[in-house]
């Protein structure tokens, strides 16, 4: 098999055009992973085509009070109160409805009163370039990954405030012509605006701009978006006054040439904790990242640039002042001078450290699918808001200050077929026992209460081979540290782990090890580490012909063989997989094993990182496990929208138990990293076509994991 290093995807439709930054010419022309995650909301994914006439029309509309996520205010210069205006706050005082269709998303956006306007679907525009003129005091969010808009915008004008546009997609109103004069389709565009913020969403693709911010508008704050494939990306000026204020944090650009943002007579811009990334070997190439020019005053933090031409530029008549930034791989220009301000005086942040920032954002950006079921709630006509039971807390600590010294104790204390949630706190130490949460125990949190992840631990270290107490031994799947076989379960803030020793134990028939198993449906693991060697996280189910469901979110996974692996429908999503050598410092192993039914969906792995200390090429993302010789299966893994680093080989997916991996569902989707590969019979990639009923969405159903 060769191990030759797989090259970056290419994207024949964008040809770069410049790479030098020009200084002067017309406004009009020109523009490591920690384990500390983000907390806010966090999708590349290519949603389906959806024309205004084939949507259904249906518009769900409530009375009730705004939902708790609705009444989140801008921070930053959004935050600050002036021109009439206290903060943004979007349509909060108004009512909340759901719009699946262009007709009702313009009615809605453009009316006189405030709305809380919820997008469920991908709505395409009608022409292509069209941006709806949004009114005052509107929120538009995306429900979960499903709010996109295709082939347009939002155009917000003169005078128009308090207006948030949050969790959505927004993306491809490209004409074919990259650097494009001839069409001003932006994904967000403000001429005259205040009181704005953009937050959460992932933009890409268009014509022109995906966010200008033009002609005087100003305390705007865009935080937490992904900006990708696009040329003329960020502008902010288009005037001779020196009025606008803008905050721009954690925002990740990838892959757009310029305007990253260009920041023209601005009296404040404040940038920070943003990720600015050139990979190398794309057809997309930066001409350069934050310029600030004419009269702007600049204060950059902490951001993060890697691999940018012209990192930092500044005009001789603007100021820029540089605070803690980081530059890997960079060239050209990098430039700071001139007094600005004190970012402090006018608002309150907390910067996060420069070597967290692309963990952060990786996990941290675009729209994040755990906001959909609140939204759902909010707006269903099934439940009134604010009638939903608080609930109930167990506390676990070691030192003896909470109810239950074990987490095993606490689970034992939940009621037999509880009816509603029930909330595990387990207090920062090391808990060395196994857990089960059986059937008949649904609605179960466990959750570490300490500031890390880090800092609550539940370990113990069975192997498939060691002895149970009564005779026998464990297996695979009784060696598990945490099993879970109760629907609804959460998982938490905390570290799961298996530290049994290969090394020591080489005598013992039966090295796989799990961490975590799960046997359940509705299983959601938000913000927890998974650590073994070999088969680290079982995702299964209950039964051959029960449904599993996993989402996996904002968390690490390590291992070395099969270590993800079952018959579960099964989601990672912006979590790091870290690959670990063998027991006697080799660098060979599989990350995925599943075994899926023909007629259900496998193991997605979406917008993650795969790295590790292990040797280039030495690592399959998977192969096909048809437990016990069972040919009917047919398993799955999809790999998409992730970065993979070099030790994934050229020739990703292999054979296990005499099937052959070709006969199965195995495939790729606009990967990048050294560890990436074109399209070949030895690594397929979906199309758009086909990427499109691949997505998170069409994994999890009508289940929307939340809180």
Do not use: C
């Not at 990350?591 to 259900?600: G, L, W």
């Not at 070709?662 to 399209?679: C, L, M, Q, V």
């Amino acid at each position: 098999m060769s191990e030759r290093r797989g090259k970056a995807t290419a994207r024949p439709r964008h040809r770069r055009r410049s790479t030098a930054l020009t200084v002067g010419i017309p406004l009009a022309l020109t523009a490591a992973v920690t384990t500390t995650y983000g907390t806010g909301l966090g999708v590349f994914g290519e949603g389906a085509r959806q024309t205004a006439s084939a949507a259904a029309a249906t518009t769900t509309a409530t009375t009730a009070a705004a939902p708790a996520w609705a009444a989140d205010t801008a921070d930053g210069f959004a935050s600050v109160n002036s021109l009439g205006q206290n903060g943004t706050y979007g349509g909060r005082d108004g009512r909340t409805v759901t719009v699946k269709t262009l007709a009702d998303l313009e009615k809605y956006a453009t009316a006189e009163e405030p709305y809380v306007i919820v997008v469920a679907a991908a709505i395409t525009m009608d022409p292509v370039g069209k941006e709806i003129k949004v009114r005052s005091d509107k929120t538009i969010v995306g429900q979960g990954t499903s709010g996109q808009i295709v082939g347009g915008g939002f155009f917000l004008g003169t005078g128009v405030h308090n207006v948030i546009i949050r969790n959505l997609t927004i993306r491809d109103s490209y004409q074919g012509v990259w650097n494009d004069k001839d069409h001003d389709f932006d994904a967000v565009q403000l001429d005259g605006a205040h009181h704005v913020w953009i937050d959460h969403n992932d933009l890409r693709h268009m014509a022109d701009g995906l966010i200008d911010v033009r002609k005087d508008s100003t305390n705007v704050t865009v935080s937490w978006n992904r900006l990708s494939d696009n040329n003329k990306t960020f502008g902010i000026g288009w005037t001779e006054n020196v009025v606008t204020d803008i905050t721009i944090h954690h925002n990740w650009f990838r892959e757009t040439e310029q305007r990253n943002p260009s920041t023209d007579n601005a009296a404040h811009a404040h940038l920070y904790n943003n990720w600015l990334q050139d990979d190398p070997g794309t057809t997309i190439k930066s001409s350069y990242g934050n310029y600030s020019r004419g009269k702007t005053k600049m204060v950059l933090e902490n951001s993060y640039f890697q691999g940018m031409n012209n990192p930092v530029t500044k005009d001789s008549t603007a100021a820029i002042v540089q605070r803690g930034n980081t530059f890997s791989g960079t060239s050209g220009r990098n430039e700071s001078g001139g007094t600005a301000f004190d970012p402090g005086s006018f608002y309150g942040y907390t910067l996060d450290r420069t070597a967290d920032v692309p963990a952060l954002l990786t996990a941290g950006t675009g729209p994040r699918t755990t906001i959909g079921t609140a939204i759902g709630t909010a707006v269903g006509t099934a439940t009134t808001a604010g009638t939903k039971a608080a609930a109930a807390t167990l506390t676990v600590a070691k030192d003896g200050s909470g109810q239950f010294t074990t987490v095993q104790a606490a689970v034992d204390a939940v009621p037999a077929n509880n009816p509603s949630r029930v909330v595990i706190s387990v207090r920062p130490g090391t808990y060395r026992e196994t857990v089960k949460v059986p059937a008949n125990k649904p609605h179960v949190t466990i959750q570490g209460a300490g500031a890390s992840r880090k800092d609550t631990v539940i370990v113990f270290n069975n192997a498939a081979g060691t002895a149970k107490p009564g005779g026998g031994t464990y297996g695979t799947s009784g060696s598990a540290t945490v099993a879970v076989e109760a629907d609804d379960f959460q998982a938490r803030n905390l570290s799961i782990s298996n530290d049994f020793d290969e090394a020591r134990n080489q005598s013992l028939s039966g090295h796989q090890a799990v961490a975590l198993r799960t046997a359940a449906d509705q299983v959601l693991l938000d913000g927890i580490i998974v650590d073994g060697d070999q088969d680290t996280l079982l995702l299964d189910t209950a039964a051959k012909d029960r449904l599993g469901r996993v989402y996996a979110t904002n968390s690490y996974v390590s291992g070395n063989v099969d270590f993800v692996f079952g018959r579960a429908t099964a989601v990672l999503d912006q979590s790091v997989i870290t690959l670990k050598k063998r027991w006697d410092g080799t660098s060979a192993g599989y990350i995925t094993a599943p075994s899926t039914p023909a007629d259900r969906k496998g193991i997605l792995i979406n917008r993650s990182v795969v790295n590790g200390d292990v040797s280039a090429g030495s690592f399959f993302l998977g192969r096909n496990w048809h437990a016990g010789g069972d040919a009917t299966l047919r398993p799955q893994t999809t790999v998409r929208n992730s970065t993979l680093g070099a030790a994934i080989k050229s020739t990703p997916w292999s054979d296990m138990g005499g099937f052959s991996w070709k006969n199965d569902r195995f495939a790729e989707y606009r990967n990048t990293g050294p560890g990436s590969g074109a399209a070949s019979g030895d690594r397929p990639q979906l199309t758009d076509a086909q990427a499109t009923g691949q997505e998170v969405a069409d994994w999890l159903g009508t289940w929307n994991p939340t809180a």
